[in-house]
Structure formats: structure tokens, C-alpha cells
């Protein structure tokens, strides 16, 4: 786990960055744009101020790089030399995924056409263990398989991480997601606030031309 204060102070500064080199400020972006660019801007902060170790946090900026309509966004925020290591590594990524499907296909192949005889040993056995131990046990086994398939659909990454360790990984990205909503919300008010002030500058100023 990482410390949190220092972390949150790391992604405050890096999200206000990544937002003005978006361009949110400019009036020419529609909303849809500026939906897209917070959205950025917020999990290339939150996952460049965890830094690099955190499997989830390269997973993440991976994932947004391997959309092609995010280019033009990743290129402002991150810089030409860090998106194209981004999209390099998620090039990678997905070169040893698919390598590693296809070297268990082969051999689930393999075991298939030897393992005639012992699948039906392992058949036997597990009627015997659901006789012995109920039914329980087994549907506890499957929620508990079903919730872990789930944990790693929804932490960047999480598809090669096993155990223990997609426990690790899915607790400290809760944590910074957590934050990365207590953020937003601050600037949202700062942002509310800031109108509110602008618009009593404006009445006492209309005020004060009319008397």
C-alpha cells in the first residue's frame, strides 16, 4: 500500500496539470470533449502519482492508449516519448496475452486426447467429495470463483493476477479510485464556489455603474 497523503497530494498536482494541458479552459471544446478530457486527465494523474509498480495503474494508462480516439487527449496530457511507451507496452501486453491463450489451448489439447482416464477418476472423486460435503461447499466454491472472475473484469489488469494477489491489487485501487472521487468532488465545489463569487463580483459592480 502506498502512503496515502503523499499520494494524494502527487495526484492533486499531476490532475491539475493534466487539465490545463487538456485545454478544458478552452470555450471551443464541447461537452462531450470536455467529458472525455477529465475523464483522462483524471486516471493518467491517478496512475502516473501511484507510479509504475502497481500493475493496475500501467494497465490502466494501457488500456486508454489502446483506444485510437484517445490519441490526440494522451499525446497533450502525457507527451509524445510517454504515450508511445504507453501504447508500446500495451502493444506488448496484448502480444504475450495472446500467446499465452494460445500455448494453453495447445495444451488443453494435449491433456484432452491423454487424460481420458483421468478425468473420469476426477469425476468419480469429486461426486464422492459433493456426497461427503454437501452441496454447500460447492456453491460456496463457485461465488467464490464467480467473485474473483469479476474482480478481474473490473481491476485494470487483473486477468493475469491470481490470489492474493488480485486481493492486493483490487484493495489499493480501491483506495486511490476512492480518492480519485474525493478530488473531483473538491474541485467541483472550488469550481461552484468560484462562479458564485464571480457572479456577486458582477452584481455589486452592475450595482455600483447604475447608482
Known sequence: ???????????????????????????????????????????????????????????????????????????????????????????????????????SRRIVRRSQRVACSSRRKRRSLAMAAAAVSGGGALAARRMVKGRLRLLRRLVPGGEALRGFSLLSETLDYVVCLKTQVELMHSLCKGSQQQKLVKTESEGVQAEVLAS
Not at 9 to 23: C, I
Not at 67 to 76: H, I, S, V
Open 1 to 103: 500500500m502506498h502512503a496515502p497523503r503523499k499520494f494524494k497530494k502527487a495526484f492533486m498536482e499531476r490532475l491539475l496539470l493534466s487539465l490545463q494541458v487538456a485545454g478544458l479552459t478552452s470555450k471551443s471544446m464541447g461537452l462531450r470533449e470536455r467529458r472525455d478530457a477529465v475523464r483522462l486527465s483524471s486516471d493518467v494523474a491517478m496512475a502516473s502519482a501511484r507510479g509504475r509498480a502497481a500493475p493496475w495503474a500501467r494497465a490502466l494508462v494501457a488500456r486508454h492508449a489502446a483506444e485510437r480516439r484517445n490519441e490526440p487527449l494522451l499525446r497533450r496530457i502525457m507527451g509524445g516519448d510517454v504515450y508511445e511507451r504507453a501504447v508500446s507496452s500495451s502493444s506488448s501486453a496484448a502480444a504475450t496475452a495472446g500467446a499465452a491463450v494460445a500455448r
